[in-house]
């Protein structure tokens, strides 16, 4: 899975992995935190390995997807949740802005779908994760949901185009979650937010994850399933 070193990806490759899969950690720069998911995962049983790519380039993702075949054969679960965010006013924004968010959070998802689709084992599992910003009003951050809102349709496409042969395709939408990314001044608004009063884990959105990525939900696809605690 992409973008699985820290954060909800970590959680949800941590959950896959106490689920019996075998789980590639991509990640792009940060080598030691990968290794440390791997170690965490190996200690307790599970089979992982880290690999390095830049989800963004075509020639990187090929790589990925033969590396982890290489390692554990076909995938049977493809997790697209690498992504990157600048916040500013849309009038502020610059094309090497635009560039950076699209061509990872959307260039990127869009040519893992495609290998996804090519590599897959039929009754596999495709989850991507979005964003609940997509159904809420937010200011500055025309690019980040932008880019998602465009991997919400690939979603609903790519689940027809697979349905033949048994392939779920759905996206996840956390809301405001207990990772690095969510700034301390916001924590205390983005809990009077939410009904339960609080803002939610990454192992909370690892849940639904996993049941997205599991034959329970073989009926479930094309959706964009939220895990925001009542927020949106």
Request: aromatic fraction near 6%; hydrophobic fraction near 40%.
């Amino acid at each position: 899975m992409t973008g699985s070193s820290r954060g909800i990806g970590r959680a949800i490759a941590e959950r896959l992995a106490g689920d019996g899969a075998r789980v590639v950690i991509n990640y792009l720069e940060n080598e030691s935190r990968a290794r440390e998911v791997v170690d965490e995962i190996e200690t307790k049983g599970g089979k992982a390995i880290a690999v390095q790519a830049d989800v963004s380039n075509l020639v990187d993702i090929c790589r990925l997807f033969d590396e982890a075949e290489a390692a554990f054969g076909r995938p049977d679960i493809v997790v697209a949740n690498a992504a990157t965010a600048i916040i500013k006013p849309l009038v502020e924004a610059t094309e090497q802005d635009y560039d950076r968010v699209f061509d990872t959070n959307t260039k990127g998802v869009f040519f893992i779908l495609q290998e996804a689709a090519k590599r897959l084992r039929d009754n596999g599992h495709i989850v991507v994760t979005s964003t609940g910003g997509t159904k809420m009003f937010f200011g500055q951050t025309s690019l980040y949901l932008g880019s998602k809102g465009a991997v919400e349709q690939f979603v609903r496409v790519l689940s027809r185009e697979l349905g033949p042969r048994n392939i779920t395709v759905n996206a996840i939408s956390p809301g405001f979650t207990d990772t690095e990314l969510l700034p301390d001044r916001d924590r205390v608004v983005a809990a009077d937010m939410s009904p339960f009063g609080r803002i939610g884990t990454p192992q909370e959105v690892a849940e639904v994850a996993a049941f997205l990525a599991s034959d329970a939900a073989r009926w479930v696809t094309g959706q964009n399933v939220g895990a925001g605690g009542g927020v949106f």
